[in-house]
């Protein structure tokens, strides 16, 4: 285990519950519980689960050139938000391939704040601030709740008004449980959910009512582990756990492009001027490989990261992690495929962990039309 650095206003619930809380970008996270993986996916698909998500680096900058700052430092164009107002965004390398993606969220007319992936975009971002009249700050005070699923605006709703008219991607100043909270219509699941921003000394506090209160509309507490099961079924990538720093291509530097891992449609149309733009531009229609939907028969044995893919004696792909679903009894996969074989029904072999045939699907395989997400009222 790395050394924690960071640490959980909620690591005591975390361990009655059974978790050993492994570590995470410095944070001891609760990975698993005593209670199965699959109930708390059907809880979350069905009725609301809550996680523990605090590891993620949440970062304020806050100055009159903060703008500025994530203007070139992100694919998006950051002067299109507003207060209360957020996006999901990439940030790339000089060499136009994939470091890093996270939320920006802008809280005020100079200051956002920014959840980190696992990624390098912090450093990227305190690195181009020299010059610039931006004050960082790492806040490890605030901790992130995530309330998913189909219940948790109902349950919301009982405690805090208005929550109804938060719009997908949309943040609001609020109070839970009589706690100061930001709570933010986002979350890594494909479902309906939120995320709720706390300070630590009143985390406890929250988690608690949540769960006691909750119990009625089905909420329970929700192992980190979860996310891998949901991410697969919405096509939510988790860096670096899809990429090339994992599976390496011979004589290259690791980094991928936005196109190869369908993250393109994160750049703002007709964006120019972000780190990496001439690059990421130039690298359109150079794909070495995409990330693309597997579906296994015969087995609800789900494949492992690392388990190769082959099209008769070839080998066309690797997968990163899989999935068989409870609820649905599909066996689902995201893998990185050979461009020619990213085609749906493309026949394919599984190899390793499991022996078994398969084909190439589209994603996501749950609610492609990302309906639940972004449902209003």
Not at 302 to 324: E, F, R, S, Y
């Amino acid at each position: 285990m790395a050394t924690q650095w960071r640490f959980s206003a909620l690591a005591d619930r975390h361990r009655a519950l059974g978790s050993q809380l492994e570590d995470w970008l410095g944070m001891g996270t609760a990975w698993t519980y005593d209670t199965p993986t699959s109930e708390h996916y059907k809880a979350i698909r069905t009725q609301a689960g809550l996680m523990d998500v605090s590891g993620l680096k949440k970062v304020h900058y806050v100055g009159p050139h903060a703008e500025q700052l994530l203007q070139w430092a992100t694919t998006r164009n950051i002067d299109k938000l507003y207060p209360g107002k957020s996006a999901y965004v990439t940030f790339l390398n000089d060499d136009g391939k994939f470091i890093d993606d996270g939320i920006v969220y802008r809280t005020g007319p100079n200051a956002f704040m920014v959840v980190h992936g696992g990624g390098t975009g912090y450093e990227a971002l305190t690195q181009g601030i020299q010059g610039k009249q931006v004050a960082v700050l790492f806040d490890d005070d605030l901790h992130d709740l995530s309330l998913q699923g189909p219940a948790a605006v109902d349950f919301l709703a009982e405690h805090v008004p208005g929550i109804r008219g938060l719009n997908y991607f949309h943040h609001m100043q609020t109070q839970l449980f009589g706690k100061p909270v930001m709570i933010s219509r986002t979350g890594y699941t494909g479902e309906r959910g939120y995320e709720i921003f706390v300070k630590a000394a009143d985390a406890p506090t929250v988690w608690d009512s949540i769960l006691e209160k909750g119990a009625a509309h089905g909420i329970i507490a929700c192992s980190f582990t979860t996310l891998d099961w949901l991410r697969v079924e919405s096509y939510l990538l988790f860096y670096p756990f899809d990429n090339s720093q994992y599976y390496p291509f011979a004589n290259e530097k690791a980094g991928d492009t936005l196109w190869e891992l369908g993250l393109d449609f994160t750049v703002s149309p007709g964006k120019q001027g972000f780190r990496g733009a001439e690059e990421h531009y130039r690298l359109k229609g150079r794909e070495r490989f995409r990330i693309y939907g597997i579906e296994i028969t015969g087995t609800d044995q789900p494949a492992a990261a690392g388990d190769t893919l082959w099209n008769g004696d070839t080998q066309v792909g690797i997968i990163t992690g899989g999935m068989h679903s409870p609820l649905t009894g599909r066996n689902l996969a995201i893998a990185r495929l050979d461009v020619a074989a990213a085609v749906p029904g493309t026949p394919l072999r599984v190899s390793g962990s499991l022996e078994a045939t398969a084909t190439a699907q589209p994603m996501p395989f749950d609610d492609p039309d990302k309906k639940k997400r972004t449902a209003k009222g």
